[in-house]
């Protein structure tokens, strides 16, 4: 595919290996219990404050390809985190450097406040009252929600519920971000605000997401994946305007 090797010359000129690459994913497989092949030989690399959009059709294997950065399924190949790579004995440290944000808020929004929901990342890594009270207040503020301290979180909307949990990881600092579908489920206004959020934040980002739009406007890069494949990577714009492109992959901008 042209728009691969392009994408790939690109990378050397402004990524050159020197700079360091923060995610790096090199020949990576998963198969389902069922036998099916979720993810077929992924190779993806992320470099610091970068932010790229993952985008496929149902099924493609964004989900999956998200799940086994961080290690919760674990197929075949080699992926790094700073280094590290993605095994047992180093994903206490990768999980705190890699925050993954759910498409389902609820799934992270679990304890009664948000104070507390943010809060349980920095408690478990055993820190002090004080230090916890800081870094809750530190991933408030970045979600402008530092009013919500004392709410109860399962009375917000839906996309007060998906800053909050967005604050739940950012209260661990994390160098990436993973998001699934951040999108989905938000009336315009919370969309509009989610989109805004995350333009500000200086993490590398990967997010899995169908909203085209949105990718138009927040990232530079994009990477399309169909049957675990990755079918093309480069310049959103360029693979936007291969109108061919997106709809052999089941994809159209509004």
Do not use: C, W
């Not at 149902?58 to 590290?84: F, P």
């Not at 999980?95 to 478990?124: C, H, I, M, W």
């Not at 917000?156 to 949990?165: D, N, T």
């Not at 927040?218 to 061919?244: H, P, S, Y």
Request: aromatic share 6%; charged share 25%; hydrophobic share 40%.
């Amino acid at each position: 595919m042209p728009i691969i090797h392009k994408r790939k010359e690109k990378e050397k000129e402004l990524f050159p290996e020197a700079d360091g690459t923060i995610l790096r994913m090199k020949q990576v497989y998963y198969s389902y219990p069922s036998g099916q092949e979720a993810l077929q030989g992924i190779s993806l690399n992320l470099t610091p404050k970068e932010k790229v959009a993952l985008v496929g059709p149902n099924g493609s294997g964004k989900s999956t390809l998200l799940l086994n950065i961080i290690g919760i399924l674990r197929g075949e190949g080699d992926i790094q985190v700073s280094g590290l790579d993605v095994i047992d004995k180093n994903l206490p440290t990768i999980r705190a450097k890699v925050g993954f944000v759910f498409q389902n808020p609820e799934d992270q929004l679990f304890s009664p406040t948000v104070y507390e929901d943010v809060a349980f990342g920095p408690l478990y890594m055993g820190l002090s009252e004080e230090q916890v009270h800081q870094k809750v207040e530190y991933a408030l503020d970045l979600v402008h929600m530092s009013d919500y301290s004392a709410r109860l979180s399962y009375h917000l909307s839906a996309g007060e519920k998906k800053q909050i949990a967005i604050a739940t990881v950012l209260s661990m600092e994390p160098d990436v971000l993973l998001l699934d579908e951040p999108t989905a489920g938000l009336d315009p206004r919370s969309r509009r605000n989610l989109i805004n959020l995350l333009k500000e934040l200086p993490q590398s980002m990967l997010v899995a997401t169908h909203d085209l739009l949105m990718v138009r406007e927040l990232f530079q890069r994009m990477v399309i994946l169909d049957r675990g494949k990755i079918v093309a990577d480069g310049q959103t714009e360029e693979i936007l305007q291969n109108e061919e492109l997106l709809q052999a992959h089941g994809l159209e901008l509004p």
